[in-house]
Nanobody
């Protein structure tokens, strides 16, 4: 599996960013894909996940109503649209492929990880 996360950057509070997770080896074609984030000195936390097939999605409470996860199966890419960003969203964001076809929030369900992309939200 080769996951490439991109789209991070510096944005002011209230702004938006769209992260992309490209799976060049198509390993995620039968599995759910999730986004996690890790701030300095903190554990890696779940953000959002999407089923392999169908519209089912799962979100962390802290991002519900602000973030939207989607996938383009033809492009083997998963997106995380982040709106109304807050300084507490600042972290390195990672995408990961699950062992399961259904979206879950459990880190231990995810076995393949991308390299991460930095998101910084200024106040």
């Amino acid at each position: 599996v080769q996951l490439q996360a991109s789209g991070g950057g510096l944005v002011q509070a209230g702004g938006s960013l769209r992260l992309s997770c490209a799976d060049s080896r198509r390993t995620s074609s039968n599995n759910a894909v999730g986004w996690f984030r890790q701030a300095p000195g903190k554990e890696r936390d779940f953000v959002a996940a999407i089923n392999w097939r169908g519209p089912n999605t799962v979100y962390a409470d802290s991002v519900k109503g602000r973030f939207t996860i989607s996938r383009d199966a033809a492009k083997n890419t998963v997106y995380l649209q982040m709106d109304n960003l807050k300084p507490e969203d600042t972290a390195v964001y990672y995408c990961a492929v699950s062992r399961l076809p259904v979206a879950t929030s459990h880190l231990e369900h995810y076995r393949y990880w991308g390299q991460g992309t930095q998101v910084t939200v200024s106040s």
